[in-house]
Each structure stands twice: as C-alpha cells, then as structure tokens.
C-alpha cells in the first residue's frame, strides 16, 4: 500500500472515530429496567471536539421534555455542537422516562453518566476535575437533582464506573423546573417523575432550591420572563440558595423568549445568552487546556 493510500485511510478512519455515536451506560442492563426496548437503555451519545481545539473539559448534557420525552434536537444536538466549537466534549444522555419510570431512574441514570464520562476520562483526554452537568427545563431538574445529589463513590463496588465520583464540577440550568410544589411547578415533570400522588417526604426531597449546600458546584442559570410553562422563579429559588450557601453563581432572565428557546437562535435578544455562557465558563477557566 502507498504511503498516500495509507494516509487518506489513516484519515478516514480518524474522521469515523470523531462521528457521535451511542453507547449503554448498563450494557448489561440498567437498574430496574422494566424490558429490553430501547426505552429501556438509557444511553449517551459522545460528541468530541477537534483535538486541536480541545481543553479538556467535558459536559453531560440533558435534553427537557417534561420528563416524558426528549428535546434530543434543541436541547441535545445543538448544545453539545456549540460545546465541541468551544473545545469542550460533550455527552448527550438519554434518560429513562415517564410514565412508564418513575424516580429514582432519571437520577441513575444521569448520576451514571458523570460517573461513566469521569471513568474514561484518559480514553477521551479529559480533566477528571473538569465534568460539568448541562440541563434544559425538566432536563434541568434532572441536571439540579445531580448538582445537589451526589456522592464520592461506592468503594464496595464490583464495578470500577460505579466507585467513581458522581458529583458534577460545574452546572449550567437552563430555564430549569426547580421546585416541585405548585404554584411555580411544572404540573407534567412532576406527574411523570412522580406519578399521581407522590409522598410529600419524596417531594421536598426533590425540590432541589431546598437541597443546596455548600458542596453543591458552581452554576449559571438561564431563564426569560416571559416563560409560561416554567416560571423564571424557578431560577431564582436555586440562585438564591446558592448565594446563601455561598456557592458561585450567575444568573441571566431575559425579558423576552417562551419557553424552550434552546440556544434562542435568531430568536432576537435571548440569542445574546449562549455567549454570557461562554464567558463564565472562560471566567472558570473552563475554556483553556491550562489547569486553573
């Protein structure tokens, strides 16, 4: 074979590597899982940045959907592109969802996910220190629940994913479902999460304003005022308890955009938001290779 042969095939085959693609967080089978369907695998789809452009950083990101299907398109795909063209890698998970589960799923899942990305972060050359979580609206509880609910680990653990951390190094909530009691509740994420009448014990639990602590990361917060499905109190309610726990924190409430705006491309004003993102994860020093 020709040395030019072998290189367009060395290409090709490095251009293949780099296409997303999906993989089981349980190839064997997740946790309670009730059949073998693909709703029953939940999965994560990895997108790399170019290598000269990467700096290590990598994010989970969790699409909305009310907790009963997935803005996979929106508020999966085109956040972790915006990821890769800023260097970062980017993990778009598929969730299990409702009606058919019920929490705790969505949570093993996406504390899987953190665990399974800080595990292979050698194989993907990513800062283990440097794994934050993204959500969109019930995508962004699920993302809060993470932030507030987490551990270092399970040592007795036959599994070498699930000794790994899960806790995530930094959030970013976007127009995120918060709190679970009315009024300010979405009615559908906590129906499906939950089901029809939920212990309040699990409720509180789960209205994740009332979970932060002193551990739980650095978050950027993105909402609008004009949000109808999600009210932008949300945000406040977890802004606010970071500030009183004095956690690092930037919020941003437009006064425009409905619900679900994602990136709010060519959406006038909100457009502005994805690069007040930009510039507090270049502020973390999230955004070069050098250790902070």
Not at 81 to 96: D, M, P, S
Not at 133 to 141: K, N
Not at 165 to 177: E, G, K, Q, T
Not at 220 to 231: G, I, Q, R, S, Y
Request: proline letters at 9%.
């Amino acid at each position: 074979m020709s040395p030019t042969i072998s290189l367009i095939l060395a290409l090709t085959l490095c251009a293949a590597e780099e296409k997303p693609h999906a993989e089981l967080l349980w190839p064997s089978g997740a946790p309670g899982a009730l059949g073998t369907e693909e709703r029953d695998k939940p999965t994560l789809t990895i997108y790399l940045p170019q290598a000269d452009k990467a700096n290590g950083t990598a994010v989970v990101v969790c699409p909305g959907g009310g907790y009963g299907a997935l803005a996979v398109g929106h508020e999966g795909k085109e956040p972790a592109e915006w990821l890769n063209r800023h260097g970062i890698a980017a993990f778009v998970l598929r969730y299990r969802l409702g009606p058919r589960y019920h929490h705790p799923a969505p949570l093993q899942d996406a504390q899987r996910a953190m665990r399974l990305v800080r595990s292979r972060a050698k194989e993907w050359r990513l800062d283990p220190k440097r794994i934050g979580i993204w959500g969109f609206s019930a995508g962004g509880h699920l993302a809060s629940t993470v932030a507030t609910h987490f551990d270092d680990g399970r040592p007795d653990t036959d599994d070498p994913i699930e000794r790994v951390s899960c806790r995530p190094d930094f959030a970013i909530l976007c127009y995120p479902v918060i709190t679970l009691r009315p009024p300010l509740a979405h009615g559908g994420s906590r129906r499906n999460l939950l089901g029809d009448k939920p212990d309040e014990a699990l409720v509180a639990s789960l209205c994740n304003d009332e979970q932060v602590t002193e551990k739980t990361p650095p978050t950027f917060l993105f909402h609008t005022n004009e949000d109808k499905a999600v009210p932008p109190e949300n945000s406040i309610l977890f802004y606010q308890a970071l500030r009183k726990n004095k956690v690092p924190a930037e919020l941003h409430i437009y006064e425009t955009g409905v619900h679900g705006v994602g990136l709010g491309v060519g959406r006038g004003a909100v457009s502005a938001w994805p690069e007040q993102l930009a510039g507090w994860l270049k502020t973390r020093g999230l955004l070069t290779s050098e250790k902070r």
